[in-house]
Structures are given as structure tokens and as C-alpha cells.
């Protein structure tokens, strides 16, 4: 992706939908975090209107997709604040060194920036902070879950021309620096710390995540965060709602819609979320169809 591409993109459709620019956009003195002026929010839906049509963009944008999410979560957050983002993470990649070297000094470049300079990092404590998925206030508080801190290294390193991509292992999310002839791998829960370098078998290779298998990951952890606790499903309603904008997803997240609408009181949306969802497993499994119909049956009796 080009620098800059798909953020050009989020940055003017906003502008252009609300109609309304925030009086202010300078980055915050180096040491202060992500600070906002007040000004317009989203319209209702907007939020919703724009991830959609940046997720099925020819290069969706990672930031603007991981903002949109935070502002689905706060809705106080509007364009102006999605320019601020963008400005802060061109910030930090100006104060990258230019082309340090290969692989290797990429990663200690940034290690060295974010991790140590700004503190960027993880702690235990925010796997149970619905704020450590949502990217504007993981830019503010400089804490996150591993996927986000992630998100932070590679957009920032992006910008500075950095060979960077996100490495989805299994229960954690790092970054690669370089090509799998020289690669560094970072991670930035833990600041930056440098875990592993040198070439990989394919055997032993994990996935290189693209933009929309990040949001993907993002989303899943708010649902799992929120999943079984009745005053957290506001959260994974507009979750799931966000992850059926994805080009591709799972059926069963109707079905998980459909129950979350029942838990919230919603019972014909809930019910008819159902039986949608048992239209499309009956092909591959009618025993299946058949129970779900029975559950929709009884959301729909609870109206009596």
C-alpha cells in the first residue's frame, strides 16, 4: 500500500458526509498523548456507512478501519478525530530514523520509539479493558491488547517506508520486519522486544495478516470480552454487526446476532435473526435448521 493511500480516502469521505472540520488538528507536544478538540460526531449509521465501504476498498486502510471500530464504540469520536489519528501516527513515523538498515535495525528503530520513548506496551491488566481493543484510546493511554500495540508498529513503521507486516500466532499477534531471507520479529506487548530473527521453514511459518483478517481478529476479541455478560452486549451486538460489514465472514454470526437480540429484549429481531440464519445452514444441516426454528419459536412465545 502506498503511504497515505487509503487514509486520503477515510479522511475526505468524512469530511465530506458530516460536513463539519474540527478548528484544530496539530499534534500533541511529544510525551502527551492522542488529545482531541471537541467538534462534530458521526451521523447515526455513518460509522457504519464508511467501515463498510473502506472494508470492500481495493486497499482498505488498517487505522481508518481500527478508528471507525473505536468510534462505533464511542460516539462522541467524529472526522476531526480520525484526522488527528492519521496526524499523530504520521508523527510518530517522522521521528524515525531514515532507512536505518535492514530488518533488524527497522525493529530496534522502532522498539527504540515507541517502546522506550512513548512507552508503548502491554500489561495483564488489559485483557479486561474493552478501551485496549479500540485504537484511538490505545494511541491516548499507550496500552493495548498485543493485536492493537501491533496495529500501532506497523502503521507507524509503514509510513516511515519500513518493510512491516502483522504475524497472527496462536493466542498472540506480533510484527515482522523484513522478508523471510532476513526477518526480525517484534513484540510490541512486550515494547518492541525483538523474539526471534533469521529465516523460517514454511512449516514453521505463521500467518502474515492482511488488513481485514486484522479487523477481523480485533472484533473477535471485543465478542469475547463481552460474551455471556448481559451489561457488555450493547458492545457485542455492534461487534458482531461490524464483523457482517466484512466482505467475508461466518454465517454463525447471524445466529450469534439473533441470541444477543433475545438476551437485549428484542425478541422479533431476535427471532427473525434466527430463522434467517436457519434459511441458510438447512441446505448442509436440517437437523440443525430445525433447532434454530425451535428457538426462534421461543423468543417469539416470550411475547405473549
Sequence with gaps: MAPGGGRQRGRARAVRTAGVHRPSLLPPLPGAGVSYEPGASYEPGEVRRLFAEEARAERPDLATLCFLIGAEADPSLGPGDLDALQVELDRFAGELPYRP?????????????????????????????????????????????????????????????????????????????????????????????????????????VGAADPLAVVSRILNNIRAWASGQLDRSEAALWAVDLSLLLPSHPAQLRYERGKLLIQRGDYLGGAAELEAYAEIVEPVDESAAEKVRGEALGARSLLN
Design 101 to 205: 538498515g535492514g530488518a533488524r535495525e527497522w525493529a530496534e528503530a522502532v522498539r527504540g520509539l515507541l517502546g522506550e520513548r512513548y512507552g508503548f506496551r502491554g500489561d495483564a491488566s488489559d485483557y479486561q479493558r474493552l478501551d485496549s481493543s479500540l485504537l484511538p484510546q490505545v494511541l491516548e493511554r499507550r496500552r493495548g491488547l498485543p493485536i492493537l500495540l501491533s496495529v500501532v508498529w506497523i502503521e507507524v513503521a509503514r509510513r516511515a517506508g519500513a518493510p512491516v507486516y502483522g504475524i497472527a500466532a496462536p493466542g498472540h499477534f506480533v510484527v515482522g520486519f523484513g522478508s523471510r531471507a532476513e526477518r526480525v520479529v517484534a513484540d510490541p506487548f512486550d515494547g518492541g522486544r525483538v523474539i526471534e530473527a533469521g529465516p523460517r521453514s514454511p512449516a514453521q511459518e
